[in-house]
């Protein structure tokens, strides 16, 4: 498998214990507001630590409490797409997808190659505010890809869209992470939506 997670987290009075295997798949985190979807996929990209438990990523272990494992979140290979793309408002496309490439020396031709991949060219130095929704959701895509993570988390990235460019933009993004080769983690309280995109679901 490659992501084993297997952990517990309280937040005040709410107590997460989450466990599932996922391989080179999309996988599907289903559930109401607050069971704990969102803090499931923080733990695995080391945004919060876990109580106690065991995360697994293509045979590294990024937590282990019985270890005292905890990678920081630069070293676990995991591209994680915010609810709100997370960019960085004052840089251009250009430059967002730069800040996320590793090797200086390929920089230049990487950003090239996603600029041509998620059809951004034509506003490769535009700035986020000046980007229509599915363009700020393929800059978000080609920044994470730029960093070759290993696995992808998605929360619920198009909670906050009407239901007309919610559908566009995800069948987009099926269509873009179709040929990905690692684990996909999608989060979301729809049922319905994640059909469409999800190879297996965990509810």
């Known amino acids: 498998m490659a992501l084993s997670v297997d952990i517990r987290k309280a937040l005040g009075n709410f107590h997460l214990a989450v466990q599932f295997d996922a391989g080179d798949e999309t996988l599907a985190l289903l559930g109401a507001s607050g069971c ?13 630590t876990p109580d106690e438990g065991h995360i697994e990523l293509d ?3 990024l937590y282990d409490s019985a270890s005292r ?7 676990r290979q995991v591209g994680y797409l915010f609810q709100q793309y997370a960019l960085f408002p004052n840089m251009t496309v250009r430059q967002n997808i730069a800040a996320a490439v590793r090797d200086k020396a390929r920089r230049q031709t990487e950003v090239a190659e996603k600029l041509r ?16 929704g599915g363009q700020q959701q393929r800059c978000a895509l080609a920044r994470i890809l730029a960093s070759e993570p290993t696995a992808i988390l998605l929360d619920e ?4 869209l009407d239901s007309y460019l919610k559908y566009q933009l995800e069948l ?3 269509e873009t992470l179709s040929g990905f080769p690692g684990t996909v983690l999608w ?9 469409g995109t999800a190879a297996g679901c965990v509810s």
Do not use: M, W, Y
């Open 187 to 195: 989060v979301s309280h729809d049922r319905g939506r994640c059909s």
């Open 69 to 75: 494992i905890n990678l920081p979140p630069q070293r």
């Open 36 to 48: 704990g979807k969102s803090v499931t996929l923080k733990c695995i990209a080391g945004i919060l």
């Open 172 to 174: 987009e993004l099926a």
């Open 157 to 160: 990235p198009f909670s906050a």
């Open 59 to 61: 045979g590294v272990t």
């Open 117 to 132: 991949q998620f059809r951004l060219e034509a506003v490769a130095d535009q700035k986020p505010g000046q980007l229509s």
